[in-house]
């Protein structure tokens, strides 16, 4: 039941407004109005009442503002559906919502289970920072109207815009905070003013008269702060003792309540002016602390959605020429061609008769669905047989494409140590430092109780754990930003501490050590007519396989002919068929029928054989060309690290290899996918492995790794089960970039110091009872904004003095 602040003010229980006269009652319990009665007793009925004790003690949004259904009419029009869904096959669709009324853990676990309040609803995730929510539901058991009138009931009315390009605009959430920090800043100023008086007075001191006046006008401009601007602090110190979870917050609330307690006691029975001015003065220096990091981790995430390399490409097609470009250099009406396997990085119009899409990447499952020439293709879909041309209708959203990329799907179990030990400190942190206020208090109240007043608001004050708490995101935020500008991207932050403690590097070696645009081919076998050279170049130019790609230079024909069916078999080969011609390419058992007609692969080269309506032709030999800066690379990380190769070609630049790495118990050839999954995971079981690979036949081998590198060349070919995606043209920098991973774990060890070196400096100056509230309360947001400052340049110093800046 809602709790009375005073004795005749009453909150509701739901959304913790202030209940009118006359205000709802229903089983003994408070509501400020029928609306937030109403979703009281929805969640109740759906067994969803534990949202009330996750989070804020009154975590709802008021609902005296009662949603109208035809409000959201204009949703059932299939225009206005088009351009507002991510995603939709005919049977799934998914929106991401903008609500601005997302506030705490509690509206996080009701949006994510709000599929018990609509069976039509298949999944929600929330994203707390961008206040969204990407909602997937059912259309044949609800609609897109009535999941934006299900939010809007419960209180969390979609922000919903056409203009799929705007950006995070300032929410309400952002306006009541400012308000709270201008509020908080106003008072602070004005008691200040009032104040003044008294600091000018001398040792003589104002007279009587005047100290009840001003110390009164302070008391009454100190009431809204107490009550309204610090209700940020109460809020998440409540969430932490229902969840059983001691927050700072919850020492900072102890703090603010004691020192407005002690000074509104002074005020009222005239033993003195009370402490008004320091009490706004913390509240409105811990406000702007909160905003400092608020604003430094928007900034983070800027840079990671708009200035970090997203390591996606596609061919543009102007004027019958195709180029490729950065997929976020992509302009709504560019006609791009995709091939085999490559991701749509934004929606589009197919323009080709036909096509098959794989939706796994948006969906989380394989089921390919088919398209015809109009069709509406949403962004994250993969290309399933024969190359596609499409008009791109929307901008491409590089933070959507991460976003899915981080779902639950893609995710493995890895190690976070940092974090694990920051939030093992934090924990014990508040509970210790109340224990040390209590006994400083204890100490000091027999000789003389101000000082022990002094000591115990000092003493919570002045201990701060969001230093040690702040390091480690912060750091990692900007070596994650630093590394994508460098066409190094990492899925999220947690890998960067993987890839730290890496021991082992596993490399393949087909698009990943070599360059497929340099190497050197050779045909032998019965002459190839320019008939069929037009077919296997027009096969070959579906594929992004390396191999693929340097045959497909070395015929030199264009092959704009469309296959009529066209399949890719990872690690054997290409299936392509013109009118009633059938050509196959690939590794010698995918050959069919003409496994002994084929020579023997004495030296082990790498090969492609061909047939054509099942008999054979010749075979392509291909010579791997190295990338530039690949012997340097080896011989850097050969010092330090434990390598290994893997490929699924022959042995034949074994030779070529040994030199680099020097052992051959650990070069590995004809393996495959299957084969190198196991290896690898043999590895991880015994020590952290890096693995570089192209992501086309070594994905379970990436997914087994510690941390799993995808290398891309140009193509739109990306690799949801990676951990990173790299650049093939900064692969040199490689061990430059485990390097900085690597300080960047230094500096959050340096500032973990930092933080425990400061805390123990304060709370020993703290206990004494010497230090005033006003010192501590500037002292308590400088050492956060000390540790942010100091992981910023840190950071970006390292990052200029190894070349990334």
């Not at 669905?369 to 509406?376: E, F, H, I, R, S």
């Not at 690949?630 to 699924?648: A, D, K, M």
């Not at 070609?649 to 495959?672: C, I, T, V, Y």
């Not at 070919?717 to 490689?734: E, G, Q, R, Y």
Request: glycine share 8%; hydrophobic share 40%.
């Amino acid at each position: 039941m809602a709790q009375p602040l005073t004795h005749n003010i009453t909150l509701c229980v739901h959304c913790g407004d202030s209940c009118p006269d006359g205000h709802a009652v229903k089983n003994d319990l408070d509501f400020c109005c029928d609306g937030c009665a109403m979703v009281y007793e929805l969640l109740s009925e759906n067994g969803l009442d534990a949202y009330y004790k996750i989070g804020d003690a009154t975590p709802g949004i008021s609902r005296r503002k009662s949603a109208r259904s035809a409000r959201y009419e204009y949703l059932d029009d299939a225009g206005v559906r088009e351009k507002l869904l991510t995603f939709t096959d005919g049977r799934k669709s998914t929106i991401t919502f903008s609500l601005p009324q997302i506030h705490c853990s509690s509206c996080i676990w009701l949006l994510e289970n709000i599929n018990r309040l609509d069976p039509g609803i298949i999944r929600s995730e929330v994203s707390f920072t961008r206040r969204e929510a990407s909602v997937t539901f059912d259309e044949s058991k609800t609609t897109l109207r009535k999941v934006a009138e299900l939010l809007d009931r419960i209180g969390y009315e979609p922000d919903l815009r056409l203009d799929s390009a705007v950006r995070r605009q300032t929410t309400p959430g952002d306006r009541d905070f400012y308000i709270k920090v201008g509020l908080a800043g106003f008072a602070f100023g004005n008691i200040m003013l009032f104040s003044l008086p008294e600091y000018l007075s001398g040792p003589a001191g104002l007279d009587a008269q005047f100290n009840h006046l001003f110390g009164y006008l302070n008391l009454i401009i100190a009431i809204p702060v107490f009550l309204y601007s610090a209700s940020v602090f109460y809020r998440s110190a409540w969430a932490g003792v229902r969840q059983r979870q001691w927050n700072m917050d919850i020492a900072i609330s102890i703090g603010i309540v004691a020192m407005f307690g002690r000074s509104t006691w002074e005020i009222l029975s005239g033993f003195g002016v009370g402490y008004m001015d320091s009490f706004a003065m913390l509240v409105f220096f811990l406000l702007v602390g909160k905003l400092f990091q608020r604003k430094t981790f928007e900034r983070l995430s800027f840079d990671r959605d708009y200035r970090s390399y997203f390591p996606l490409s596609v061919i543009v097609k102007k004027r019958d020429e195709e180029k490729s470009i950065p997929a976020t250099s992509l302009e709504t009406g560019d006609l791009i061609v995709l091939r085999h396997g490559e991701l749509l990085p934004a929606d589009s119009r197919l323009m080709s008769p036909g096509t098959r899409i794989d939706y796994s990447f948006v969906t989380g499952e394989s089921d390919e669905v088919p398209a015809v020439k109009g069709d509406l293709i949403y962004a994250g879909g993969r290309i399933v047989g024969g190359s596609a041309e499409l008009v791109v209708t929307k901008p491409v959203s590089q933070s959507y494409l991460t976003q899915l990329w981080n779902r639950g799907e893609f995710k493995t179990e890895k190690s976070d140590t940092i974090r694990s030990i920051s939030n093992r400190f934090s924990r014990y942190f508040s509970p210790a430092v109340l224990l040390i206020a209590i006994t400083a208090a204890l100490y000091w109240l027999p000789s003389s109780p101000a000082t022990a007043i002094n000591a115990f608001t000092a003493v919570l004050i002045i201990a701060c754990p969001c230093a040690l708490a702040l390091s480690a995101p912060f750091t990692l935020g900007w070596v994650t930003g630093i590394l994508g500008r460098n066409k190094f991207y990492v899925k999220n932050s947690d890998v960067i501490e993987n890839m730290a403690s890496s021991d082992t590097i596993v490399f393949d070696k087909t698009g990943t050590l070599t360059f497929p645009m340099e190497a050197r081919v050779r045909y032998l076998g019965s002459p190839l007519s320019d008939a069929w050279q037009e077919h296997l170049s027009a096969g070959l130019r579906q594929s992004t396989h390396p191999m693929s790609r340097a045959i497909l230079r070395f015929l030199d024909h264009r092959g704009t002919q469309h296959p009529d069916f066209f399949e890719e078999i990872p690690g054997s080969g290409l299936r392509f068929r013109f009118g009633d011609e059938t050509y196959e390419i690939g590794s010698a058992g995918f050959i069919e029928g003409a496994v002994d007609k084929i020579p023997e692969n004495r030296d082990g080269r790498s090969r492609s054989y061909i047939s054509r309506n099942g008999k054979y032709l010749g075979f392509f030999e291909v010579s791997g060309s190295y990338r530039p800066g690949l012997n340097g690379l080896i011989e850097r990380l050969r010092e330090r690290f434990s390598l290994h190769l893997l490929s699924g070609d022959g042995p034949g630049e074994r030779e070529a290899l040994l030199p680099l790495f020097r052992d051959a118990s650990r070069m590995h050839f004809e393996k495959n996918p299957e084969q190198k999954l196991e290896y690898v995971r043999e590895l991880a079981g015994s020590g952290h492995v890096l693995m570089i690979g192209d992501g086309l036949n070594d994905a379970g081998a990436l997914r087994a790794s510690t941390v799993g590198v995808a290398v891309t060349d140009d193509t739109g070919t990306f690799t949801p089960s990676s951990d990173a995606i790299m650049h093939a043209s900064v692969i040199d920098k490689l061990d430059t970039f485990i390097n900085f991973t690597r300080y960047g774990k230094t500096v959050i060890k340096i500032s973990f110091a930092l933080s425990i070196l400061y805390n123990i400096i304060g709370l020993a100056y703290a206990v004494t009872g010497t230090l005033s509230p006003l010192i501590c309360a500037i002292i308590m947001p400088v050492s956060s904004v000390t540790v942010i400052v100091f992981t910023t340049l840190a950071t970006n110093l390292i990052a200029r003095r190894t070349g990334l800046v």
